[in-house]
């Protein structure tokens, strides 16, 4: 095998390729732009393109693909490749202007009725920060993607804009501060990714995990997660060689994996790499998604990255780290050894605080899915009010400055480990809150309520332009201060008196938190049809225009696609019940009866005083509950059909999840109670003890 330091990035065209392939004066231009954001040139452009296709075409391409990240959830590529027509051959060319725009049809990707098919057209546009990459053949660039009139149509734009503004607004308060070195600032996100590995051959068997990515049916295994042997446990060999060749895989796309291990549910994984940039950090993740599946099907695996694939065990999430640094070098969020008297951490905690209370709205809305919807609240993921955990020594700063009275820092605590080989090592100053969806956790925040199929340029875009925007408050209460310090100290106070509700470092998962959450008057919003009636709220309009992210009808059109998604999918889930009930279930319990009955009979024709109890008894439970199953089937239908018949998008996505999805519910705890009944040989689908506990 290829040693590591040498694998790793071998498959980007990173900084040290272009070092090495561009000329000076283009590798410095692109560098400026890459850096500084500054424009590119079309001449700069060209030269690029030319090695880019040069060092893909040695490495086996024939390809470029143009890669983006539509509103559909998933990524686009559409793949060209370098020929051209030379005499009677053709010759392999990949020029600047190729490489700067792509113009796919726009038409079938969703746009929230921005744009309608006869203006099909659309543009991706190289994003020349985050590197080129190579992998089956093709050179990937990632790109962003706007219609032909310019409206954005991705998540990548918003966030790149987003991560401008923050770095703008952060500058100035910074230069304010005397900290003129600084040129720029950038968010830096550490996304830990959890997954489900299941076998490929019992995946199959199930129609459910297959168009749904969920189990519809499935009545509970006799063991789940209550042994807590699975969290940290020793990894599997087959999970274990899969998990290798992941992580192979990553590092040659320049993605920094560090973190593997079992999750609390069995059958479940964790990834977690380095932080890079948000932007970055958004690709790699969205990449390292897509490999994850791809990697599972060679070793006869299926990797589900939906956020609840099973009922009764814990389903997935991902938590995005997050942080802010200078161009310096600094982490703006690090509290350093006196936080008392940083008056630059104070400013930026309390506009992080400031931001997550006012629009808390907005991280809600962002984390939302019909996915996720099954895990915030239910007592395995951070409930669905947003509130922020600081840790015993930072809330203690803040009571005491809101108190108004002094602080005195107590250090860094050391443990002592009481044996004699063991090391003695200073304890952190946070603890960990697994329960708060927004815990500080020593120089970072953990914005821990995203569901694991999210893509994390949405969160993250909405945390940039939230915190820019108080960051721009904040600036113009203290650009004309005469006592700067004593301004700001002010200033400080003030935010965390006026927003302290959203602090709160207690568990997250008591009934007492959800009614003193709803005294403190947080929201406590339970599902995205909900969630997102609060979308175009006045405040959250002005928040994206204000700060030039989106336009309202931009985000008008966003807040359409969410929500016609939404009822899309819960739509499929409904139908695929229905067709798992009429198609198998039904039949198969008829089957299981009547083979019943038949054995019923034989015992009796062999002699009149053998007992049939059993058989009778489960004649009759199962044929009460398969009457009661069929009704529900129907009504399930009928559900269905009221909810298509909606006009409104916003009061559709309400009824799929009243009526629909409620309907559903019922419908599956019949199914489960009578597959606890039925025989396993006449049951139409591998049973959750395979499925969890069968690689
Ligand atoms: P914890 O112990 O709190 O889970 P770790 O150090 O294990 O923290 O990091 C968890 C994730 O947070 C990793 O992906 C890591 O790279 C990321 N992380 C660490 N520092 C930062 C930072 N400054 N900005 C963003 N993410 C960070
Ligand atoms: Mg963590």
Same mark, same amino acid.
């Given at each position: 095998?290829?040693?590591?330091?040498?694998?790793? %990035?071998?498959?980007?065209?990173?900084?040290?390729?272009?070092?090495?392939?561009? &000329?000076?004066?283009?590798?410095?231009?692109?560098?400026?732009?890459?850096?500084?954001?500054?424009?590119?040139?079309?001449?700069?452009?060209?030269?690029?393109?030319?090695?880019?296709?040069?060092?893909?075409?040695?490495?086996?391409?024939?390809?470029?693909?143009?890669?983006?990240?539509?509103?559909?959830?998933?990524?686009?590529?559409?793949?060209?490749?370098?020929?051209?027509?030379?005499?009677?051959?053709?010759?392999?060319?990949?020029?600047?202007?190729?490489?700067?725009?792509?113009?796919?049809?726009?038409?079938?990707?969703?746009?929230?009725?921005?744009? /309608?098919?006869?203006?099909?057209?659309?543009?991706?546009?190289?994003?020349?920060?985050?590197?080129?990459?190579?992998?089956? %053949?093709?050179?990937?660039?990632?790109?962003?993607?706007?219609?032909?009139?310019?409206?954005?149509?991705?998540?990548?734009?918003?966030?790149? $804009?987003?991560?401008?503004?923050?770095?703008?607004?952060?500058?100035?308060?910074?230069?304010?501060?005397?900290?003129?070195?600084?040129? $720029?600032?950038?968010?830096?996100? %550490?996304?830990?990714?959890?997954?489900?590995?299941?076998?490929?051959?019992?995946?199959?068997?199930?129609?459910?995990?297959?168009?749904?990515?969920?189990?519809?049916?499935?009545?509970?295994?006799?063991?789940?997660?209550?042994?807590?042997?699975?969290?940290?446990?020793?990894?599997?060999?087959?999970?274990?060689?899969?998990?290798?060749?992941?992580?192979?895989?990553?590092?040659?796309?320049?993605?920094?994996?560090?973190?593997?291990?079992?999750?609390?549910?069995?059958?479940?994984?964790?990834?977690?790499?380095?932080?890079?940039?948000?932007?970055?950090?958004?690709?790699?993740?969205?990449?390292?998604?897509?490999?994850?599946?791809?990697?599972?099907?060679?070793?006869?695996?299926?990797?589900?990255?939906?956020?609840?694939?099973?009922?009764?065990?814990?389903?997935?999430?991902?938590?995005?780290?997050?942080?802010?640094?200078?161009?310096?070098?600094?982490?703006?969020?690090? &509290?350093?050894?006196?936080?008392?008297?940083?008056?630059?951490? #104070?400013?930026? #905690?309390?506009?992080?605080?400031?931001?997550?209370?006012?629009?808390?709205?907005?991280?809600?809305?962002?984390?939302?899915?019909?996915?996720?919807?099954?895990?915030?609240? @239910?007592?395995?993921?951070? &409930?669905?009010?947003?509130?922020?955990?600081?840790?015993?020594?930072?809330?203690?700063?803040?009571?005491?400055?809101?108190?108004?009275?002094?602080?005195?820092?107590?250090?860094?605590?050391?443990?002592?480990?009481?044996?004699?080989?063991?090391?003695?090592?200073?304890?952190?100053?946070?603890?960990?809150?697994?329960?708060?969806?927004?815990?500080?956790?020593?120089?970072?925040?953990?914005?821990?309520?995203?569901?694991?199929? #999210?893509?994390?340029?949405?969160?993250?875009?909405?945390?940039?332009?939230?915190?820019?925007?108080?960051?721009?408050?904040?600036?113009?209460?203290?650009?004309?201060?005469?006592?700067?310090?004593?301004?700001?100290?002010?200033?400080?106070?003030?935010?965390?008196?006026?927003?302290?509700?959203?602090?709160?470092?207690?568990?997250?998962?008591?009934?007492?938190?959800?009614?003193?959450?709803?005294?403190?008057?947080?929201?406590?919003?339970?599902?995205?049809?909900?969630?997102?009636?609060?979308?175009?709220?006045?405040?959250?309009?002005?928040?994206?225009?204000?700060?030039?992210?989106?336009?309202?009808?931009?985000?008008?059109?966003?807040?359409?696609?969410? #929500?016609?998604?939404? @009822?899309?999918?819960?739509?499929?889930?409904?139908?695929?019940?229905?067709?798992?009930?009429?198609?198998?279930?039904? &039949?198969?319990?008829?089957?299981?009866?009547? /083979?019943?009955?038949? /054995?019923?009979?034989?015992?009796?024709?062999?002699?009149?005083?053998?007992?049939?109890?059993?058989?009778?008894?489960?004649?009759?439970?199962?044929?009460?509950?398969?009457?009661?199953?069929?009704?529900?089937?129907?009504?399930?239908?009928?559900?269905? /059909?009221?909810? @298509?018949?909606?006009?409104?998008?916003?009061?559709?996505?309400?009824?799929?999840?009243?009526?629909?999805?409620?309907?559903?519910?019922?419908?599956?705890?019949?199914?489960?109670?009578?597959?606890?009944?039925?025989?396993?040989?006449?049951?139409?689908?591998?049973?959750?003890?395979?499925?969890?506990?069968?690689?």
């Amino acid at each position: 095998m290829t040693k590591v330091p040498e694998l790793f %990035g071998s498959r980007v065209f990173n900084d040290q390729v272009m070092k090495e392939r561009l &000329p000076g004066t283009t590798y410095k231009a692109l560098k400026k732009t890459i850096e500084n954001g500054e424009a590119l040139d079309i001449s700069v452009a060209n030269v690029v393109a030319n090695a880019m296709k040069d060092w893909a075409v040695e490495q086996g391409c024939t390809h470029f693909t143009h890669w983006f990240q539509p509103m559909t959830g998933v990524t686009a590529e559409k793949h060209d490749s370098f020929i051209q027509p030379n005499g009677d051959g053709v010759i392999m060319e990949f020029s600047g202007k190729e490489l700067i725009k792509g113009e796919p049809d726009a038409s079938s990707f969703p746009s929230g009725g921005i744009r /309608a098919t006869f203006e099909a057209r659309g543009y991706t546009t190289w994003d020349p920060t985050s590197p080129a990459f190579v992998r089956d %053949g093709s050179l990937y660039i990632p790109t962003a993607f706007c219609s032909y009139t310019g409206e954005i149509l991705d998540k990548k734009t918003p966030l790149l $804009r987003s991560m401008e503004r923050l770095s703008t607004e952060a500058v100035k308060i910074l230069h304010l501060l005397g900290k003129t070195e600084v040129t $720029r600032v950038a968010t830096t996100v %550490g996304p830990e990714q959890e997954y489900f590995l299941i076998d490929k051959e019992l995946y199959d068997q199930r129609v459910d995990l297959k168009l749904t990515g969920r189990t519809l049916f499935g009545a509970k295994a006799p063991k789940g997660q209550e042994l807590e042997d699975h969290y940290f446990g020793s990894i599997k060999t087959r999970v274990a060689a899969y998990m290798k060749e992941l992580d192979e895989e990553l590092w040659s796309l320049g993605i920094l994996a560090k973190t593997k291990h079992n999750e609390v549910a069995p059958s479940q994984h964790e990834l977690a790499p380095i932080f890079s940039t948000s932007n970055i950090a958004t690709d790699h993740n969205e990449l390292t998604m897509e490999i994850m599946k791809k990697v599972a099907e060679k070793h006869g695996l299926v990797c589900l990255l939906h956020e609840k694939p099973f009922k009764g065990v814990n389903g997935s999430g991902k938590h995005n780290n997050w942080s802010i640094s200078t161009n310096t070098g600094e982490n703006l969020l690090s &509290p350093g050894k006196h936080p008392e008297s940083n008056t630059q951490f #104070l400013l930026f #905690l309390s506009a992080v605080v400031k931001a997550v209370d006012e629009y808390q709205d907005l991280l809600r809305i962002t984390v939302a899915s019909a996915g996720n919807d099954h895990r915030l609240g @239910a007592n395995e993921a951070p &409930p669905a009010i947003i509130s922020m955990y600081l840790g015993d020594d930072l809330d203690a700063l803040v009571q005491s400055i809101i108190r108004g009275d002094s602080y005195e820092s107590h250090g860094r605590e050391r443990m002592h480990t009481g044996v004699e080989v063991l090391a003695d090592f200073k304890k952190d100053n946070s603890d960990r809150n697994r329960t708060s969806p927004f815990a500080f956790t020593g120089n970072k925040f953990e914005f821990r309520a995203l569901g694991s199929s #999210l893509n994390i340029a949405c969160p993250n875009y909405m945390l940039n332009t939230m915190v820019a925007d108080e960051l721009s408050q904040f600036y113009e209460a203290l650009k004309d201060a005469q006592d700067l310090e004593t301004a700001a100290r002010e200033l400080v106070r003030d935010t965390l008196v006026a927003h302290q509700r959203i602090i709160f470092n207690g568990d997250n998962y008591s009934d007492e938190w959800v009614a003193e959450a709803q005294r403190r008057g947080l929201l406590n919003m339970k599902s995205l049809p909900e969630a997102f009636s609060h979308f175009l709220d006045r405040k959250n309009v002005d928040l994206f225009v204000r700060n030039s992210i989106c336009t309202e009808q931009e985000l008008r059109a966003r807040c359409e696609i969410e #929500l016609e998604t939404y @009822a899309k999918q819960i739509r499929i889930e409904a139908l695929t019940m229905v067709d798992m009930a009429q198609k198998n279930i039904t &039949p198969a319990v008829t089957a299981y009866v009547s /083979a019943l009955a038949d /054995a019923a009979l034989s015992k009796k024709a062999l002699s009149e005083t053998i007992p049939v109890n059993v058989e009778l008894n489960l004649i009759r439970s199962l044929s009460g509950k398969q009457e009661r199953f069929v009704a529900l089937t129907e009504e399930l239908q009928d559900a269905i /059909a009221g909810a @298509a018949a909606i006009e409104d998008s916003q009061e559709k996505a309400m009824a799929y999840r009243e009526k629909v999805f409620e309907k559903m519910e019922e419908l599956r705890e019949v199914g489960d109670s009578m597959e606890e009944e039925m025989s396993e040989e006449y049951w139409p689908y591998p049973p959750y003890t395979d499925l969890l506990f069968g690689v």
